[in-house]
């Protein structure tokens, strides 16, 4: 399995950015996906995931703001991120795993991608 993500970069407070998830090789054994973020001395968190029956799942922190959605025919996932704050800086990663809920520590997971909101 083989995870790349896109659409990283610098924003301002308030901003939006979509993150895109593309994911190749051996797809079938996989239930779940989501995104995970690290910030800058800060532990890896779960910021939203989809399980297995395609519901979507968020950390409080980003609730109400950002919205994890997949597209089964082209294997992508999205993380459309809205009001973002600086406490949303951090390398996003596209995650997946063949569970039906993302753990701590998922199987795959992308290069991850840069996200910086500036004041």
């Known amino acids: 399995v083989h995870l790349v993500e896109s659409g990283g970069g610098l924003v301002q407070v308030g901003g939006s950015l979509r993150l895109t998830c593309a994911a190749s090789g051996s797809l079938i054994s996989i239930l779940s996906m989501g995104w995970f973020r690290q910030g800058p001395g800060k532990e890896r968190e779960l910021v939203a995931g989809i399980s297995s029956g395609g519901t979507p799942y968020y950390a409080d922190s980003v609730k109400d703001r950002f919205t994890v959605w997949r597209d089964d025919v082209k294997n992508m996932w999205f993380l459309q991120m809205n009001s973002l704050n600086p406490e949303d800086t951090a390398t996003y990663y596209c995650?997946?795993?063949?569970?039906?809920?993302?753990?701590?520590?998922?199987?795959?997971w992308g290069q991850g991608t840069q996200v910086t909101v500036s004041s």
């Open positions: 995650v997946a795993d063949r569970v039906v809920l993302l753990t701590r520590s998922p199987a795959y």
